[in-house]
């Protein structure tokens, strides 16, 4: 079991950069991969990247490939979304959500491909308000 908390959010300009930190916390970090989502309300929550913890691998939706970057450090309990020309439309509140991607079974260790469904996805932060405003 893993505790997320985020941090990083506010106000920035439009055409301005953010970057936010989630710190996970935990036991067997490694079998777990960290996404990060976000959501307006009255609209559904929305995939941005997601990593995996034991080798960095990442995964992006396409709507946000090149212009936010998801990245971890060396310890693997801190993952950071940087966030890059930011418009009105980024306004949202930004999740972090952890995902277990792998699984001892014996002697086998089991291991899943990288999803951004948030149904896969079984621990959340309280997330970060992000507002691009001028």
């Known amino acids: 079991q893993v505790q997320l908390v985020e941090s990083g959010g506010g106000l920035v300009q439009p055409g301005g950069s953010l970057r936010l930190t989630c710190a996970v916390s935990g036991s067997g970090l490694n079998y777990y991969a960290i996404g990060w989502f976000r959501q307006v309300p009255g609209k559904e929550r929305e995939a941005v990247s997601c990593?995996?913890?034991?080798?960095?691998?990442?995964y992006y939706a396409d709507s946000f490939r090149g212009r936010f970057i998801i990245s971890k450090n060396v310890a693997g309990d801190t993952v950071y979304l940087q966030m890059e020309n930011l418009e009105p439309d980024d306004t949202a509140v930004y999740y972090c959500?952890?995902?277990?991607?792998?699984?001892?079974?014996?002697?086998?260790?089991?291991?899943?491909?990288?999803?951004?469904?948030?149904?896969?996805?079984?621990?959340w932060g309280q997330g970060t308000q992000v507002t691009v405003s001028s």
């Open positions: 990593i995996r913890l034991r080798n960095g691998e990442t």
């Open positions: 959500a952890a995902h277990a991607v792998e699984e001892k079974r014996g002697m086998e260790t089991l291991v899943s491909g990288l999803s951004l469904r948030p149904y896969h996805y079984e621990t």
